[in-house]
């Protein structure tokens, strides 16, 4: 049964769910010619067509691949023979992505070509000098940004400081997912307080995902400080006084961090936690995948923020000049319109090209849409509350490491 809202005490709620994870990393490894090195030098490469097909590996350390990303990759190498000869698929978790850059440039030879990967995935990348700067340094080879992305986009686009490309877009949360066999819609949770006391009385019934391992643990701890008044929600050290107490409090009544946004859920359709904070790409995927059943409850905070997020395509220092030709010919592909509607049947409803949307990209997406898009609540859902651009790459390692210092460095003690 499908909610579709609850008032309690004359307060209406709306209840939601739907899209996908992906919200995830991903990582095109092209072999570099030989002789590549990883010095500076590489900071002013220029990109120059090779004279026969290269092999590319892709390393995703988000979900991509399955979030539209190998379809797409895919695709623009059946249409470009002269310049992909095969690819590789990779999976990395995405803390890990940044050493296995690091470890191939002390290595002295460059496979990794393209890492795609969320703000952390690059934040980490960025502080350990990993990435190009392409925005500007090859604006010609890439499409017009510009037009493909409207302010909310662009505000993301600018954390990246030139070093990816914005491929995948999400107002994605966060909002409850709850158990309706196990809590009652007018008994959810609609405050930061609310869901306080809530786990202070089913304790252990409630837990979110390790922030630098999971989507939604990100959107979670990044709305707290808008929905709780701290001094400044984009500077996790000196603005989340406020932020950083409650998480502590809360975890007092939180058994364990799930390492993943996976595990989380896997938890969540087992039934051993009944109230979970989400976001669009986890509730729909989930729910499509039969983790979660179909029927499960969502809900908006009153005080409603949603977090943007995206993932972007990033080049590595050290990859040769032919890889980096071909690397800027699939971004561009990426976020062409073909690319981008693959995704809206994978559980997004939004994309990083503005004009490629749920309701024109034909019957194959508005059927998915139907199916488990829960049309009846998101399209007013996204028209509630705020967005707020995600925190800037270096901000959000701060962030992480401030969490697991004071929250989940302290789980079961």
């Given at each position: 049964?499908?909610q579709q809202?609850v008032?309690?005490?004359?307060?209406?709620?709306?209840?939601?769910?739907?899209?996908?994870?992906l919200a995830?990393?991903?990582t095109i490894?092209?072999c570099?010619?030989?002789?590549?090195?990883?010095?500076?030098?590489?900071?002013s490469?220029t990109?120059?067509?090779?004279a026969?097909?290269i092999k590319?590996?892709v390393?995703?350390g988000?979900?991509?691949?399955?979030?539209?990303g190998?379809?797409?990759i895919?695709?623009f190498v059946k249409a470009?023979p002269?310049?992909?000869s095969?690819v590789?698929?990779?999976?990395?978790?995405?803390?890990?992505?940044?050493?296995?850059?690091?470890?191939q440039?002390?290595?002295?030879?460059?496979?990794?070509?393209?890492v795609?990967?969320?703000?952390d995935?690059?934040?980490?990348?960025?502080?350990?000098?990993?990435?190009?700067?392409?925005?500007?340094?090859n604006a010609?080879s890439?499409?017009d940004l510009?037009?493909i992305?409207d302010?909310p986009?662009?505000?993301?686009?600018?954390?990246?400081?030139?070093?990816?490309?914005?491929?995948?877009?999400?107002?994605?949360?966060?909002f409850?997912?709850y158990?309706?066999d196990?809590?009652?819609a007018?008994?959810?949770?609609?405050?930061?307080?609310?869901?306080?006391?809530?786990?202070?009385?089913?304790?252990?019934?409630?837990?979110?995902?390790?922030?630098s391992?999971?989507?939604?643990?990100r959107?979670?701890?990044q709305a707290?400080p808008?929905m709780l008044?701290?001094?400044?929600?984009q500077d996790?050290?000196k603005?989340?006084?406020k932020?950083?107490?409650?998480l502590?409090?809360?975890?007092?009544?939180?058994?364990?961090?799930?390492?993943?946004?996976t595990?989380?859920?896997?938890?969540?359709?087992?039934?051993q936690l009944?109230v979970?904070p989400?976001i669009?790409?986890?509730?729909?995927?989930?729910?499509?995948t039969r983790?979660w059943?179909a029927?499960?409850?969502?809900a908006?905070f009153?005080?409603?923020n949603?977090i943007?997020?995206?993932?972007?395509?990033?080049?590595p220092?050290g990859?040769?000049a032919?890889?980096?030709?071909?690397?800027?010919?699939?971004?561009?592909?990426?976020?062409?319109?073909?690319?981008?509607q693959?995704?809206?049947?994978?559980?997004?409803?939004?994309?990083?090209n503005k004009?490629?949307?749920?309701e024109?990209?034909?019957?194959k997406?508005?059927a998915?849409?139907?199916?488990?898009?829960?049309?009846?609540?998101y399209?007013?859902?996204?028209?509630?509350?705020?967005?707020?651009?995600?925190?800037?790459?270096?901000?959000?390692?701060?962030?992480?490491?401030l969490w697991q210092?004071?929250?989940?460095?302290?789980?079961?003690s």
């Amino acid at each position: 049964m499908t909610q579709q809202g609850v008032a309690r005490g004359g307060r209406a709620r709306a209840f939601t769910g739907a899209a996908i994870a992906l919200a995830a990393a991903l990582t095109i490894a092209g072999c570099g010619a030989p002789g590549t090195d990883s010095s500076s030098a590489a900071d002013s490469l220029t990109p120059k067509k090779p004279a026969k097909p290269i092999k590319l590996t892709v390393m995703d350390g988000g979900g991509n691949l399955a979030g539209g990303g190998k379809a797409a990759i895919d695709a623009f190498v059946k249409a470009n023979p002269d310049l992909v000869s095969g690819v590789t698929y990779q999976t990395a978790a995405g803390p890990d992505v940044a050493g296995k850059v690091r470890a191939q440039r002390s290595g002295g030879k460059m496979d990794v070509s393209l890492v795609l990967g969320g703000p952390d995935v690059l934040g980490a990348a960025e502080k350990q000098d990993l990435l190009l700067e392409q925005v500007e340094a090859n604006a010609d080879s890439l499409p017009d940004l510009s037009a493909i992305q409207d302010a909310p986009r662009a505000e993301l686009q600018k954390t990246a400081h030139g070093l990816g490309v914005l491929i995948n877009y999400d107002p994605n949360g966060p909002f409850i997912d709850y158990n309706p066999d196990k809590v009652e819609a007018g008994d959810v949770p609609a405050t930061p307080e609310e869901l306080l006391e809530w786990a202070k009385a089913h304790k252990g019934k409630f837990a979110y995902a390790q922030p630098s391992g999971s989507g939604s643990g990100r959107a979670f701890i990044q709305a707290l400080p808008y929905m709780l008044g701290d001094s400044d929600p984009q500077d996790p050290v000196k603005g989340w006084d406020k932020t950083w107490d409650y998480l502590a409090e809360l975890g007092e009544y939180v058994n364990s961090y799930p390492a993943s946004s996976t595990i989380l859920a896997q938890q969540f359709g087992a039934g051993q936690l009944e109230v979970i904070p989400t976001i669009i790409a986890h509730d729909v995927s989930n729910r499509k995948t039969r983790t979660w059943p179909a029927d499960t409850g969502i809900a908006l905070f009153d005080n409603q923020n949603w977090i943007s997020d995206g993932h972007f395509a990033m080049v590595p220092k050290g990859v040769s000049a032919e890889t980096l030709y071909v690397v800027l010919k699939l971004e561009s592909y990426l976020v062409d319109r073909e690319a981008q509607q693959e995704r809206l049947t994978t559980g997004v409803l939004t994309t990083a090209n503005k004009d490629v949307t749920t309701e024109n990209s034909g019957s194959k997406v508005g059927a998915f849409v139907e199916e488990w898009g829960r049309p009846d609540f998101y399209p007013k859902a996204l028209k509630t509350g705020e967005v707020r651009v995600a925190l800037a790459p270096d901000r959000m390692q701060e962030a992480f490491d401030l969490w697991q210092r004071n929250v989940g460095s302290k789980v079961g003690s």
